[in-house]
């Protein structure tokens, strides 16, 4: 999976800071949303996942957090480090089951 | 344990010419799934495979097929290629069928196919 996009949202925080990275998403009928990371030259790696009758679900230093009413989805990485840097995608499963993808936005983390 | 391969990992062809990529899915993994990634398009749903019947497809044309074997390997074919098929071509397994229940799907790291 190499870098994807020409115009990607980009994202910039300093390495030992909380990232924020903000979707939105389309389809009030999804069920089913998932957080992706992609490094150069690697597939999506699963990050985070939620239900829609959920609206906060913890992981290792990840928070995903899902707002209905306004259809947004979000992914808080805590003490970003260098490792971080990468390409994340939000993904939501509609009602046909399939998953659509969010363009991605670029997380670049400074030393 | 080994994850999800994919052969080959970069591919150049024509227009008008064929193509087939192959995907290992994990061992135990009966689902295989794949998607197309491009700049303008980002990551988009081609189709899904369990126990060699297609369970779901995305909306691409006819000309991108599949199919799954009885160990759940998988290969997809694009015939007549087009320019705008250039792209990395991304398979993932999951244990069960994709769109039955939450569960994880696992990502090779693609196929990335130049077409000419």
């Known amino acids: 999976g190499e870098s994807v996009g020409l115009h990607l949202p980009t994202l910039s925080v300093q390495e030992g800071d909380n990232s924020i990275i903000n979707c939105a998403y389309s389809n009030s009928a999804s069920d089913y949303f998932i957080w992706y990371k992609q490094e150069s030259g690697k597939g999506p790696q699963f990050i985070i996942d939620i239900r829609s009758n959920m609206d906060k679900r913890q992981g290792q230093r990840v928070t995903v957090l899902l707002n209905k009413t306004v259809k947004h989805l979000s992914l808080q990485i805590a003490a970003t480090q260098p490792g971080d840097s990468a390409v994340y995608f939000c993904?939501?499963?509609?009602?046909?089951?399939?998953?659509?993808f969010g363009s991605g936005t670029q997380l670049t983390v400074l030393p | 344990k080994a994850g999800v391969t994919q052969t080959p990992r970069y591919l150049i062809k024509t227009r008008g010419q064929q193509v087939t990529l192959s995907c290992s899915p994990i061992?135990?993994?009966?689902?295989v799934s794949w998607y197309q990634q491009t700049p303008g398009q980002g990551l988009q749903f081609l189709f899904e495979?369990?126990?060699?019947?297609q369970r779901n497809k995305g909306n691409f044309p006819g000309r991108f097929s599949g199919r799954q074997f009885s160990n759940s390997r998988s290969e997809m074919n694009v015939s007549t290629l087009e320019l705008g098929d250039s792209a990395l071509y991304l398979c993932a397994s999951s244990l069960v069928v994709w769109g039955q229940g939450a569960h994880e799907q696992f990502f090779g790291p693609g196929t990335r196919l130049t077409v000419l």
């Open positions: 495979y369990f126990s060699e019947t």
């Open positions: 993904a939501e499963r509609g009602s046909a089951r399939q998953l659509t």
């Open positions: 061992s135990g993994h009966r689902s």
